[in-house]
């Protein structure tokens, strides 16, 4: 497939009412529009509707559960990724799978066997999973304890369904959660399995589908469960394949009961990052599919008592594109995403990253980013992570991160429907309330016109305060600014930078330039 993306196509499923949002879409440029710079849009916003809560831990990361083979990545003394962690959420979610997570294997004690490793039949350029075991040892497990301790995180554990068996998970999901325990916000077994039976994937044989994906996945959550009884779980983690989704629920919700607690997808907008026509411009455009594939999904999970959360996802799959998943494009997109998510009912997002070397090893040990790249870029870490670095580098925060950090600013907060009126531009906004305070963000994702917006403000609004997301261009991987402040692993983020603008006749007037985004907080 030239572009992977998850839940595109909702097989089954009933999409429901838009009421949360609407789009202001661009239309296609004409050269008659070309000296109108400026578009005025206005924004209303129901303040006085109830709306839905944004959980408090919607902001999460990913990672290759191959990331544990170095025990001292996940791990206290590794500050510089915990004060980022911290910086970032609060309370989010660190989701440990990927490619790597069917390989990966628990040496528990020194009697502990590794499974059979995976057979490799086809020629390298045309196999993208792993072609080696990981061994990941008890002092990664126990590090990881503490680190999500130290960042105040939950984790969604990936268990290797793709090269195991019931008895092998059932042992390592024990030991896991006697040591984790309520840091685990669920399990997770096997990574995208609609993709098992694909030729570049072969963890399966080619006539594999769902009927022996569900037998197999409920076998080894029944076995995780006779040893631990309280386990949560949640699946199906696929990578394409929407209509799993509604197979999933009625058999995994009949035999697990209430340890069934989320439903799971991925989502990566682009790819392959070698394709000429992945662009930033192509990133940023508008996807209505996004909003309404989402609410049909998430409002399904709904009605069966359970959450929806994007555990896996990016800009760019195959470890992201140089030059736009680096760069500020992808922290426009991200904040837009995210948000376009949370309107619709999705209960978290996960956005992948980690190593650039288990990434490479995840995927075959490929990395096409790298044929595009030019030689001053930028490698330490996938190009699309939001955190890069490494152990013997340090770590800092990509462009990404700022959009993920705008957009977290939702989390706890009940959503407000809003409309954006702005033709002819394509800009999004979202706006939000908590304990009786107000919030909008605004994403102008034009190049070249400068959004005048005017917003209503809700009634007891006085004055209000607004945090700019900046860069030099879109393809900025340095620069970028959120309230006029970096964000740096060794000192604590805080605006630098707080516009205040009065509300006047009720109304709040502000100019969103081409290419950047706006947090509005409203005071009283």
């Known amino acids: 497939m030239n572009r992977r993306q998850i839940?595109?196509?909702?097989?089954?499923?009933?999409?429901?009412?838009?009421?949360?949002?609407?789009?202001?879409?661009?239309?296609?440029?004409?050269?008659?529009?070309?000296?109108?710079?400026?578009?005025i849009g206005q924004l209303t916003v129901e303040f006085d509707a109830s709306g839905h809560l944004i959980p408090q831990n919607f902001t999460g990361l990913s990672y290759e559960l191959a990331q544990l083979k170095d025990p001292n990545f996940f791990a206290p003394g590794n500050k510089q990724l915990i004060a980022l962690f911290r910086q970032l959420s609060p309370a989010g979610v660190l989701r440990l799978g990927g490619n790597s997570s069917e390989t990966c294997w628990l040496k528990i004690n020194d009697f502990t066997q590794p499974p059979i490793p995976p057979k490799v039949d086809l020629p390298p350029d045309q196999h993208w999973?792993?072609?080696?075991?990981?061994?990941?040892?008890?002092?990664?497990?126990?590090?990881?304890?503490?680190?999500?301790?130290?960042?105040g995180w939950q984790v969604i554990f990936g268990l290797n369904l793709g090269h195991s068996s019931p008895d092998r998970l059932a042992l390592e999901a024990q030991f896991i959660a006697a040591k984790l325990g309520e840091s685990i916000l669920y399990f997770q077994l096997g990574n995208e399995p609609d993709f098992y039976s694909a030729t570049n994937n072969r963890t399966r044989p080619p006539n594999w589908g769902f009927?022996?994906?569900?037998?197999?996945?409920?076998?080894?959550?029944?076995?995780?469960?006779?040893?631990?009884?309280?386990a949560r779980f949640g699946g199906p983690d696929v990578g394409s394949t929407s209509n799993w989704i509604p197979q999933f629920i009625p058999p995994a919700a009949q035999k697990l009961g209430t340890c069934l607690v989320a439903v799971s997808g991925h989502y990566y907008a682009e790819g392959p990052p070698d394709d000429p026509s992945v662009?930033?411009?192509?990133?940023?455009?508008?996807?209505?599919?996004?909003?309404?594939?989402?609410?049909?999904?998430?409002?399904?999970?709904?009605?069966?008592?359970?959450?929806?959360?994007?555990?896996?996802?990016?800009?760019?799959?195959?470890?992201?594109?140089?030059?736009?998943?680096?760069?500020?494009?992808?922290?426009?997109?991200?904040?837009?995403?995210?948000?376009?998510?949370?309107a619709n009912g999705c209960a978290g997002v996960n956005l992948h990253g980690g190593s650039a070397s288990l990434l490479r090893a995840a995927l075959g040990n490929h990395m096409p980013g790298e044929k595009v790249a030019t030689p001053a870029t930028h490698t330490s870490g996938g190009y699309y992570t939001p955190i890069a670095g490494e152990?013997?580098?340090?770590?800092?925060?990509?462009?990404?991160?700022?959009?993920?950090?705008?957009?977290?600013?939702f989390a706890g907060c009940r959503f407000k429907p809003s409309a954006l009126t702005a033709p002819g531009i394509d800009a999004n906004a979202y706006a939000c309330q908590k304990d009786g305070h107000s919030r909008?963000?605004?994403?102008?994702?034009?190049?070249?016109?400068?959004?005048?917006?005017?917003?209503?403000?809700?009634?007891?609004?006085?004055?209000?305060?607004?945090?700019?997301m900046t860069a030099p261009s879109i393809h900025a991987t340095t620069?970028?600014?959120?309230?006029?402040?970096?964000?740096?692993?060794?000192?604590?983020?805080?605006?630098?930078?707080?516009?205040?603008?009065?509300?006047k006749d009720g109304q709040l007037i502000l100019d969103i330039p081409p290419d950047t985004a706006a947090l509005v907080f409203f005071v009283a």
């Open 440 to 468: 909008v963000a605004i994403f102008n994702k034009d190049p070249v016109k400068t959004l005048t917006l005017s917003i209503l403000a809700p009634p007891a609004a006085g004055k209000a305060k607004l945090w700019r």
């Open 129 to 151: 999973m792993p072609t080696q075991l990981f061994q990941i040892m008890p002092q990664a497990i126990d590090n990881l304890s503490d680190f999500l301790n130290a960042t």
């Open 391 to 409: 152990l013997d580098q340090g770590f800092n925060a990509r462009p990404i991160f700022y959009g993920m950090y705008l957009a977290n600013q």
């Open 479 to 503: 620069g970028v600014k959120l309230a006029g402040a970096e964000f740096k692993p060794d000192a604590a983020w805080s605006p630098a930078t707080e516009e205040a603008t009065p509300v």
């Open 279 to 342: 662009t930033s411009q192509r990133l940023l455009h508008t996807s209505h599919r996004v909003a309404t594939t989402t609410s049909a999904i998430a409002d399904l999970a709904h009605k069966n008592g359970l959450v929806y959360r994007m555990t896996e996802g990016n800009s760019c799959y195959r470890g992201g594109k140089p030059g736009m998943s680096d760069a500020f494009a992808a922290a426009l997109w991200a904040g837009d995403y995210m948000l376009t998510l949370a």
């Open 7 to 39: 839940l595109t196509h909702a097989v089954g499923l009933i999409v429901g009412s838009l009421a949360a949002r609407t789009f202001a879409q661009s239309a296609a440029s004409q050269p008659n529009q070309a000296a109108d710079k400026s578009v």
């Open 211 to 230: 009927s022996d994906y569900i037998r197999e996945w409920l076998a080894c959550a029944q076995a995780i469960l006779h040893k631990v009884p309280d």
